[in-house]
């Protein structure tokens, strides 16, 4: 089976997202890479629900966000997402979020989560759930200040 | 007047902050670096609500967050809040956050916020704004992935 | 042209609507509603983003809400939504909040929206918006405490 | 011991808050809500972290708003909270909330919770417990639409 490793995800911005100046508040864009991600590991087979229950946590253990344009109420936006390194205890996700309509790049992100068993304690990512998660190079640059290079941390 | 460079914001940890793993949600500490800035400013004399009265917008272009330890439900949390650096359309915090009894550091990160006028165009930080915003090096290593260097950009 | 009176509007529960207790937050139902109330206008031919930039604001004057059941992470939930009642100044939607793969009923609930205008001062509904909003009886007893009838007030 | 049984708390609205009308947005009074019940719990001796850790759930089973007045960015709010009713297996809440500097009322409110153990079946509440919990008149009139009385149910 090949599946497409680079996923989709559509959100529309509700009001409650919205703040004083007219536009997306900012710390709603980490919820929408959160939604993403869960439908990323969803098309790839592995249902963070059914994780959870079988007993492990990805829990997010950095993020890094750069915002280029606003979203505004009701926009219709596509979240890009894909996995950018898998380690033995640690994946790092990617993320483009665009304006679905004209395809403007709206912010590009990463996230970094690692691995915990149901105690909350430091686990190994199960080999099955490493194999489902295909690293891809950036299809976007994603230009996040000072981030030089990728780190080989976990 | 000598005034606190690095100023210090007490928040509690309520239950809609919290998640199914029974820690407060990563992208909450987004809005808790957001109260903290608030009160950095005011304490430096420069009360957001005027200055968005006075048609300056400073929006965040930039965040990046590394979480250390979890906080829990009805945990008192201490940020302490500095600013990094002042250019002449781009200010930058940087922050650490610790769990305010035992003083454990919970998180550490940076936001970058650009000057925007009221009609959300690119700006210049007014000069009696950017005089309050006296930079001090980091107090704590913010160890933010290849965040290797200070930037010069803005 | 016939439109459904009583709209339908999926979401599914993420991950930041969770709290510890394992079930989604009592506080984010309201945004839930929000959506579908946003969904319902469209339908009806009245989008709000439309209706603001027309210089109407329609602002929530009053929410009544039960909780039947719990909602859980990476549940898909329908919001069924129908206008009760259209006032010259007032109109108020009925909710449904139900589990979208077993129909058990999840919540019931009613808000109340005040007509202002731009300047946030109390006007009248626009004819021609008050005539895209058809009432229609409960299609679910609401079960609300002590809402004995329906009210007339506007 | 006598302890106050109306409590007050307060809350600075933040700008993760505000909608693009400039307000704060409503279902963010829910929040409001539950941090005062928390410090109305913790002032009658009733911490509610210590109540969860011994297996007791307080679950909202209903809520009834009434807004009156905005509340803006940076504002100062106090959150009065009283416990309305006390039955085997449910407490009722009112609630005022305030502007802490003017005192203009900006709504009222009623909240009603359902007691539950920790594998979340409906439970009675502890005796000592309950004894904590004082009912006292409402000291603001609610004016909840239709709320014609109080209700026995429990």
Chains 1, 2, 3, 4 share one sequence.
């Not at 995800?9 to 100046?21: A, G, H, I, K």
Request: charged fraction near 25%; proline fraction near 3%.
């Amino acid at each position: 089976m090949t599946v497409s490793r680079v996923t989709e995800t559509l959100v529309r911005v509700n009001y409650s997202e919205t703040d004083q100046m007219g536009v997306a508040y900012h710390a709603r864009y980490l919820v929408w890479l959160d939604i993403a991600r869960t439908e990323h590991l969803r098309q790839c087979g592995a249902s963070y629900r059914e994780l959870e229950a079988a007993g492990l946590r990805l829990v997010v253990s950095e993020v890094a966000i750069r915002y280029r344009q606003p979203a505004r109420f009701d926009d219709l936006v596509r979240v890009r997402c894909w996995v950018r390194e898998v380690a033995s205890r640690r994946v790092t996700f990617g993320y483009a979020v665009e304006h679905a309509e004209d395809g403007r790049l709206l912010a590009t992100a990463m996230v970094a989560l690692l691995a915990l068993d149901a105690a909350m304690g430091l686990a190994r990512l199960p080999k099955q759930v490493g194999a489902l998660l295909q690293p891809v190079p950036d299809p976007v640059a994603l230009g996040l200040t000072s981030e030089t290079q990728r780190t080989s941390r976990a």
